[in-house]
């Protein structure tokens, strides 16, 4: 295909979109010369119309459709003829009046005039539909148009069949490195018929072979955490925009948000930007120099081009069209072509495709990952040669692995192949069937310049000092898939309201409405019955909550405070955190966290970064208000369950009891009182209550200078986990506390790390918090 004759001024060129690339990089060639490049599906909706988001969003509240089948009925709308003879198309066309009369689709009616005297070439297609031609003869109407059809050529080629995928992709790492080796240029290779199949095959391989593939990017805004984040925080969309400092992201998101500029709150419609979300692809960097992937059909490959055809089997070669369209074959009209007429052009199309490339390489494999497989029906105008394995002489660590993988398949069915003694003979410190679990670990260099900056919070922290390995399989390669469940959106809700409660005007279920509205979730019928059952639990809370307020002189109340610290460095480190509740008096500062199921107060780990929830808050109240003294750090349970076993006490005693304040207090009696006027038998600190001797043994108090060790050790947990984290430390650590292994119970990462006994990190419970008073008595010591 001579395309540099066709170049001439007032041209318009159309052509499929697997060649735009290449010849738009010929036009540019030629940066003074008038040319219009144009796909099928450009034309397509300058002369027919044009739909947007618009339409889309239209289409699926009139016919409550999901986002993709709105599309599909839209898409329907181009075959549209005055030829309606059968509901389905009725139908359509009555819909297409709705969409004008809401003028929902976009004429262009002025393109087709501005076509007159141009000079149009159709090229690069392996064939036109009887849509495709439509096309055209309305551009006949005004100006001449030249189809070049491609040129027919003879080319034979084999069929190469292997035993699975692994030899099938080694056989074509080899013969790309010797066609390189001798003088090809490796931008001129091409893979064709990649597929998820061979996927990780392919980049094991390659890497091996040390060759370069430009992969397409198959990371779409929704796989990403800012991604994920946005889609559940859509009333909060703003702030989360300004934390992303990847441009790419940004400027995909404010590309799907701008779509939607006539919704007034994002929210409501979740659903569709999460289709969006799943559909916009994370354009990533790309080799300069490398085989790239192709698309076969509708391209262009001159003698200089080398392809390697795989997986070239009878499922995926040539492709199976069915009868399952929106509008099926009893209902086609003259514009489509039936599911037998598809087939039957698809099988011709390939029958040409491979007579008319001149470097081809085809190959399949007798077995993939999944099943067995056979080879295309166009085997039969192909000559089938079996292949074996070979060693090769390109890669140590191909034939370390495959002298692995042939030892496995010897061991397991008695297979054996000629070439493992060779290998054997060669690789005898191979160390076979010896297995070393432990993480080998990445550069911090590395490691660093991938962070613009560190972002740390309890549960992540946590997370670290639990497994060190685990967190970078969340944190670091991002493993963890967050899907919202019904228990956490419950949790969320009852949080909200609860941040709610102190406001003038408060309404609870006005409250839990403007919730739904704006924290979308898949809800059904049967959650409803939670969430009324939970709301009417938290007007009780509420009403308890409010009464200790009455009592307290701690009147000062802030809800979801949220703080964050930046720490300086070479890498800045930013800690932040979410306290649901602030209770303040003068300088004093009583924090609460609200919890959702039954709380336990435990700081025995803390010297070990573990449970340090509290004393964090305590760190990021301390850096929001320096001169803060903490009053006291508490749990709140607003989930009762209430118990009834004991006849003396009463229901409702019961239910207040479930309600107290479970934590430590400051052992200063006058600060005390005014934190709980009811301190000498507490109605709402859990414990606390005075005898003829003082206060009560069950009474959970620490003096100031405890408070001040908590916050230095937290400060100091803080440090030495970012620290460790930026200088890639992460071993398989999981910690073990009175023969309890608390890392790896709920671990999704088991199958992974292959975790061992010599891995665990055996912890003792400082249940006295000794820790507190050893910390001052170092500091006396110095």
Known sequence: MDIYKYLDNNTILIIPNNLKDYILNIINERPLINIKVMTLDDLKKKLIFEYDAQTIYYTMKEKSLSYQNSIEIIESLYFLTDNINNPKLKDLSEFKEKLDINKLLNYDFYFLNSLKNKNIIVIGFDYLYKFDHRLINKLKEVTKVNIITKKNNEYSHNLLK??????????????????????????????????DEYSLTIKRIFDFYKIPINFKSKTSLYDTTIGIKLLNNLSDYENILSEITDLDIYNAVIEIFNKYYFIDSFSTIKNILTEEFKLKKINKSKYKNAVNLVEIKDNYFDDNKHVFLISFIDNMIPKTHKDDNYINDAEKNELLESTEELNEIELKIWENLIKNIKNLNITYSKENLKEVCFPSTLSNNLNIIEKEYEISLFSHRSNKYNLAYLLDIEKKYGEINLEVLKLYNTYKNLNYLSYDNQFNGISSRILQNKLNRLSLSYTKLNAYYECSFKYYLDYILKLNNYEESFEAYLGSLAHHILSKAFNKHFNLIEERNWFFRNKNFDLKAGHYIFIDKMCEELAFVIDFIKEHYEISLFKNIECEKSIKVNIKGEVEIVFSGII?????????????????????????????????????????????????????IYLQNVNRKVLIDDDKNDLEKIRRDSLKLVGYTLDNESIIKELDSTYKNSRFIKGMKTTTKGFSYYTKLLDENEFKEIFKITRNKIKEGADNILNAKFAINPK??????????????????FMKEENQIYLTKDKDLTFLKEGQNNELDR
């Open 736 to 753: 073990v506390v009175n023969q309890n292994n608390i890392s790896c119970t709920y671990c999704k990462y088991k199958s992974i790390c």
């Open 580 to 632: 649901d509740k602030i209770m303040t008096y003068e300088d004093k500062v009583a924090i609460i966290d609200y919890k959702t199921y039954d709380p336990n107060i435990d700081l025995s780990l803390t010297p070990y970064g573990l449970g340090m929830q509290l004393p964090i808050y305590i760190y990021l109240v301390k850096a929001a208000y320096p001169k803060a003294r903490i009053a006291g």
């Open 162 to 195: 292997f035993n699975n995928i692994n030899e099938e992709i080694e056989y074509v790492a080899k013969e790309i490195i010797e066609k390189i080796n001798n003088g090809i240029n490796i931008n001129d290779i091409f893979l064709a018929n990649y597929n």
